[in-house]
């Protein structure tokens, strides 16, 4: 027997069942999916469960071409992104030359190099956070992940950049995980028809309120499509059951109010930030519906066991160079308020403590 005792998985954060606390620690939607989503589930007939679900997810995949005006046979769906992104990981990164990410960013990358004992590099971001995957010799290089905007940084690269890192790695295959693009990053969907070595990759779980429903999607060029549904069919061919199919596609068809939702929580964010920086707190620049803060002179751990005690859960990362920052969801904004009275109330506690 040969234990994995290399592998080191991914530790989600916390999901406590206790009435009325305020949860901001994993990056969920405030509102509540599409009302046509709901329409969806409620409409379903369940009948249709004693059947296999359509493992080739058409009326879905089609409903994500339309809404992101792709050709036939450029997206892949998955139950999450999760999976997408491990698929994508198997399909693309076997070269046995190093993969190439950030230091700082979605620690499931490191996760899936371990599963799958696929070397990786880690380049440190740069000091002020920003991405920093230019420097590298492409040669070397047995294929590129990139999360944009980063997490937990929340910073967005431009469209010039992604460019850039494409030209650069021409040939090895560039994921882009786009979890978090539409709260203001600027998505590298456009570039699939020029760039057959680009791989994008979206979820359902943030802008579209359906973390629970779990459902993901990649877009990119034919070949990189067939050869991800080459390892699906190698490994689970019924990854989407059909309640979730056709809650998803309701989803897709609603874009109004979708980007009603982000519009809203972009705008909680802005406030927010403003009140963090009257509390002290530098907030790096977030095009994401989350927040990465610190205080000088608060401990970001003492901070957070505190919030927890007052029933407001946020995240922290015990890793160098960002051990000392929270990483905050945005929520409604009455959430919001109550965690920035709570600061409040913490902070007068420290100045008693200290005299
Ligand atoms: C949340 C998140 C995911 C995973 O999303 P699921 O679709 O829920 O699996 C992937 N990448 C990043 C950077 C995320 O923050």
Redesign the pocket.
Known sequence: MNFRDDIVPYVPGEQPHIAGIIKLN??ENPYPPSPKVTEAIRSFDCAQLALYPSHRCDKLKNALEVRYGLPSGRVFVGN??????ALCFMAFFNSGKPVFFSDI??S?YRVWCNLLKIPNEEIPLSQDFRINLMDGDAAAYGGVIL?NPN?PTGIAEDIGFVKGILKKYRDSIVVV?E??IDFGGESAVSLIDQYPNLVV?H????SRSL?GL???YAMAQEPLIAELEKIKYSFNAYPLDSLSLAAAVAAVEDPDYYCKTAQKIIKTRTSFVEQLGALGFQTLPSSANFVFTQALGIDAVHLSDYLKSRKIYVRHFNAPRISNYLRVTIGLPEHMNTLLREIEAYKKTCETLTI
């Open positions: 994993t990056n999450g992104s999760d999976e997408v992104l960013t979605y499931f999360a997490a995980d979890a978090y990759v979820t359902f779980s943030k973390a779990r459902v993901g």
